[in-house]
Nanobody
Framework: VQLQASGGGLVQAGGSLRLSCAAS????????RGWFRQAPGKEREFVAE????????SYADSAKGRFTISKDNAKNTMYLQMNSLKPEDTAVYYC???????????WGQGTLVTVSS
């Protein structure tokens, strides 16, 4: 399984970005996909996840109301729409995927989001 994240960049506070994560390989085994992020000097943290079969979603408190995770089955691609961005959202965002174990064993390379104040 390969995960390719894209869409990061520099945006002003209050702005929006949409991240994409394209999956390839043995993706039929992936049950859940999501996003984590790691800010400079901080530990990696969960952002959001989506169950691929039925689209159920879950968000970290910091993302609720501002971020929306979605998927396009036909394109085998996951998205993270981020609105009302804050400087504290600055981080490298990683797309992740889990199989039947439920553990996020597959990680993409990360895409940098920088929010200026």
């Amino acid at each position: 399984v390969q995960l390719q994240a894209s869409g990061g960049g520099l945006v002003q506070a209050g702005g929006s970005l949409r991240l994409s994560c394209a999956a390839s390989g043995r993706t039929f085994s992936l049950l859940t996909r999501g996003w984590f992020r790691q800010a400079p000097g901080k530990e990696r943290e969960f952002v959001a996840e989506i169950t691929w079969s039925d689209g159920m979603t879950s968000y970290a408190d910091s993302a609720k109301g501002r971020f929306t995770i979605s998927k396009d089955n036909a394109k085998n691609t996951m998205y993270l729409q981020m609105n009302s961005l804050k400087p504290e959202d600055t981080a490298v965002y990683y797309c992740v995927a889990a199989g039947s174990s439920g553990s996020y064993n597959y990680w993409g390379q990360g895409t940098l989001v920088t929010v200026s104040s």
